[in-house]
């Protein structure tokens, strides 16, 4: 059974930092890209970021650009999103998904497993 776990969200100033973890189980994860999407009350899902299976290529939502990095630990079965200089704009739940892919992907109904989500506020 596969399992994405995401921590790490909260409530925080405008301005600040936060760092979200997804733990991944029951895929063999290094084979997987990973991706993080968020969504706020009445919008749809939207891509945040997303990481090749060999960690080498990242692409990001321009929003996010510059402020956000995402990473992963494919030992850990972890991926990691950096969230720097936050802004109200960033409020949504944020969610962890996987897809096995041969290139990036970025629409949401691509990825084939997703976690829960974790609340992220920010105050202004």
């Known amino acids: 059974q596969v399992r994405l776990v995401e921590s790490g969200g909260g409530l925080v100033q405008a301005g600040g930092s936060l760092r979200l973890f997804c733990a991944a189980s029951?895929?063999?994860?290094?084979?997987?890209?990973m991706g993080w999407f968020r969504q706020a009350p009445g919008k749809e899902r939207e891509f945040v970021a997303t990481?090749?299976?060999?960690?080498?290529?990242?692409y990001y939502a321009d929003s996010v650009k510059g402020r956000f990095t995402i990473s992963r630990d494919n030992a850990n079965s972890m991926v990691h999103l950096q969230m720097n200089s936050l802004k109200p704009d960033d409020t949504a739940v944020y969610y962890c998904?996987?897809?096995?892919?041969?290139?990036?992907?970025?629409?949401?109904?691509?990825?084939?497993?997703w976690g829960q989500g974790t609340q992220v506020t920010v105050s202004s």
């Open positions: 998904a996987a897809v096995r892919s041969t290139t990036i992907i970025t629409t949401a109904r691509q990825y084939h497993y």
């Open positions: 990481i090749r299976w060999s960690r080498d290529i990242t």
């Open positions: 029951g895929l063999p994860f290094s084979n997987y890209d």
